[in-house]
């Protein structure tokens, strides 16, 4: 990827446009002078929003980009991050074009990375009670689910609020990340999130209230069902393999693994012999329920031990200060990035 000199403190925002026409130039409206470019970014959206914007922006800032197929909101914002990246901006900030995020918002996002003290930033809607009296109950309890899911799968166990959009990432980081491998649909937001521990990057919550009006939304509850659970297995599991198992290997390893096969071997040996004692009609020998018992009890702790492990092993440090210069691309980085971003 060639890009150009990074300037630094430049800040860039990428909207994702599907069916958002009637929001995105309320939400162009309002972004700051603190801004150098906007990249809109037509997926091919029905409405047209981008040739919207071109014939009524007179925002000099705003770059619209057009996708001749739609590729979802995850492939809207890779596109809109590569152009950010060719630019040269040192930072990325995502912001949905429905008129949910409030833009306003934005130097709260981007204050933590300037300090150097996170890597990503990412809105938080369920920071207090105050703030949650504007979200739809039927999204406040979705949101809990994913949160634990999304908790398990990435190792960023202080993030609250997984499907929020409204983020900012600091070019380099960017860089080092296989942005062609990432989910290009809605699981984006914690696909990518995975990406960053592997990295080990250092991500900052921002407490905010979104605005839920008449905009639709493009998230179906049968999306969050059906396939949400297989792609968070999936990202738990690379994570694991590749934090516990390939970069290193220490106690929580061995916690996990040993705790997992006494659970698994436990529970299976238990349900044989009651399978077996049912049908010969006798109550089964305190040995017996001891043998299936004990090794339970014992990889439940030792999996609780591995997940308080994992808990305290959250990236606390930001890496972007300490990457290469402007002409870091993911071909050039570090042999343990490179590694960890391709798996």
Known sequence: MTTGRLKQNSIAVVIPCYKVKEQILSVLEQIGPEVSAV?????????????????????????VIHHEKNQGVGGAMITGYKQAMIDGHSIAVKIDGDGQMDPRLLPRFIQPILEGRADYTKGNRLYSPELLTSMPFIRLIGNAGLSFMTKVSTGYWNVMDPVNGYTAIHTKVLRVLPLDKIDKGYFFETDILLRLNLVRAAVVEIPMQSKYEDEESNLRISRILFEFPSKHLRAGTKRFVYTYLMRDFNLCSLQFIIGALLFVGGSIFGIAKWWEFSHLGVAAATGTIMLATLPIILGFQL????????????????IYPVLADETLTFQQSSPQNKQAANF
């Open 303 to 318: 999996l609780l031990a591995a997940v308080g492990y994992d808990i305290i092993n959250v990236p606390r440090n930001a």
């Open 39 to 63: 990249y809109v970014v037509d997926d091919c959206c029905p409405q047209g929003t981008g040739r919207f914007v071109r014939q009524h922006s007179k925002d000099p800032r705003v770059v």
